[in-house]
């Protein structure tokens, strides 16, 4: 009788790529902090503002490159007043903004 010889037949799962995305802060009406979630695909240079209605930049969270992952910021609003504010993610070719509303 001959050898027996396992042939790997499997078939690698490859999970699907992560898009990136901007989540909603969290909580939202907020008073003072609030967390600010995003997810990148891939390394790559980030810059995460905050801005009141007017266009006025009032926070600049991050301003560095970062690895793929998912990433969580804590904005600390105490030294605004109340009212609408909206915050925007830039990561390469990608831009997207949100609202949030801090109440005090």
């Known amino acids: 009788m001959g050898t027996l010889e396992l042939i790997d037949t499997s078939i690698d799962q490859q999970e699907a790529p992560i898009s990136m995305k901007l989540h ?3 909580p939202n009406p907020f008073n003072p902090v609030t967390q600010i979630q995003y997810v990148l695909p891939e390394a790559t240079e980030v810059r995460l ?3 009141n209605l ?3 930049r009032v926070a600049t969270l991050v301003n560095t490159t970062q690895a793929a992952g998912t990433y969580s910021e804590t904005f ?3 030294s605004l007043s109340s009212g609408m ?3 925007r993610l830039s990561a390469g070719s990608f831009v997207q903004t949100r609202k949030m509303v801090l109440v005090k």
């Open 24 to 26: 909603q802060n969290y």
């Open 49 to 51: 503002e905050v801005f």
């Open 54 to 56: 007017m266009g006025q």
């Open 76 to 78: 600390d609003a105490s």
């Open 85 to 87: 504010y909206v915050y």
